[in-house]
């Protein structure tokens, strides 16, 4: 099986801007999550979508967005870019079965906002 | 407090050497617990989930969990040059097995 896909893998921006990362689950996987991750907070979680609703949320202002289509593909959005947003974004799959579960993370996004 | 807390690194072990990682978590109806690997430059890489007190073996990797101390750790045997990285630890509280909640890891030196 292919693993979790993220696009672009590299990307720079201006501050004001807006940026939008894709990401493609392990194919059978429902759950898709994103993640911040800074030297400074480590690994943060963003929210989480399953069967297209957002099923939890993570501390983060409103500029960040996201949603998820009914293949499973997931987009998140920043709006408003701002410097401290320079970070890894990771996206990661979820597989269940049985009661335990399983976690899958993909290349990630590295954003520059300059 | 963090609600998820990692032994401060960096740890440096000769090679050969068991290493160990440490965690611990707030949150007593945490239930979940995985351990995951992560290269300079790249994502993490899930190692072991552990899910029951008691100990968990999978190669040379050893995974331990005792909830009523709401401790978890990581024992890596006969350690390699190849195992150097930062480990993190993950704990889900069971809202939602999508959301992970991460320590802020400890950076592994396994020397020849």
């Known amino acids: 099986k292919a693993g979790v896909t993220q696009t672009p893998r590299y990307l720079i921006k201006t501050r004001g801007q807006q940026v939008t990362l894709s990401c493609s689950p392990i194919?059978?996987?429902?759950?898709v999550s994103w993640y911040q991750q800074t030297p400074g907070q480590g690994l943060q979680f963003l929210f989480e979508?399953?069967?297209?609703?957002?099923?939890n949320k993570g501390n983060f202002p409103g500029r960040f967005s996201g949603r998820q289509f009914s293949n499973s593909r997931s987009e998140m959005n920043v709006s408003t870019l701002e410097l401290g947003d320079s970070a890894l974004y990771l996206c990661?799959?979820?597989?269940?079965?049985?009661?335990?579960?399983?976690?899958?993370f993909g290349p990630g996004t590295r954003l520059t906002v300059t | 407090q963090k609600e998820v807390e990692q032994n401060s690194g960096p740890l440096s072990v000769p090679e050969g050497a068991i290493a160990s990682l440490n965690c611990t978590y707030s949150d007593r109806v945490s239930q979940s617990f995985f351990w995951y690997r992560q290269y300079s430059g790249k994502s993490p890489e899930l190692i072991m989930s552990?899910?029951?007190?008691g100990d968990k073996e999978d190669g040379r990797f050893t995974a331990q969990l005792n909830k009523a101390s709401q401790y978890v750790s990581l024992l890596i045997r006969d350690s390699q040059p190849s195992d150097s990285a930062t480990y993190l630890c993950a704990v889900n509280s069971g809202t939602s097995y999508g959301k992970l909640t991460f320590g802020q890891g400890t950076i592994l030196t396994v020397h020849p």
């Open positions: 979508y399953f069967s297209e609703t957002q099923r």
């Open positions: 552990i899910y029951s007190n």
């Open positions: 990661a799959s979820t597989f269940l079965a049985g009661g335990s579960y399983e976690q899958y």
């Open positions: 194919s059978g996987h429902r759950s």
